[in-house]
């Protein structure tokens, strides 16, 4: 009888994260990097001032670190879901947004949704971000 590899899955919790209670930033399973949606939460957990881009730049960083604690990098993303409370605002600024997701991540883009929501979990908060990465072997 073969014997069948088992993995445990491997809670990721950056320190350099606000510290979570009740969720965790990011769950490894095998490969397979789930990574919990990120608001523009710094270490204080104040939401970052300055609009959509500042927010933006603040959520996707969160997700990016996330990710690199559980050994991925951003072309490992396979698919990511962006819940934002003024889907116009990010439009607008979408020029801005696109420069700040390449220079932080690459212009390899994954499966993506944008999705219009009444708001999110904090009230200061325009975006939230979350998305699903398969570690490549390098």
Do not use: C
Request: a negative charge; glycine letters at 12%; proline letters at 4%.
């Amino acid at each position: 009888m073969a014997e069948t590899a088992v993995f445990e899955n491997l809670t990721v919790n950056p320190e350099s994260l606000p510290k979570p209670s009740g969720y965790a930033h990011g769950m490894r399973a095998g490969d397979t990097v789930y990574l919990g949606g990120q608001t523009a939460l710094d270490k204080n957990m104040q939401i970052v001032p300055g609009g959509i881009v500042e927010q933006f730049k603040q959520a996707f960083g969160n997700v990016l670190t996330t990710l690199e604690e559980a050994g991925g990098k951003p072309e490992d993303l396979v698919t990511v879901t962006i819940y934002l409370t003024d889907v116009d605002d990010y439009m607008a600024n979408g020029r801005e947004i696109g420069k700040l997701w390449r220079e932080m991540a690459g212009s390899k883009y994954p499966a993506m949704a944008g999705i219009g929501v009444t708001r999110l979990w904090q009230k200061e908060a325009l975006i939230e971000i979350q998305g699903v990465a398969v570690i490549q072997s390098r």
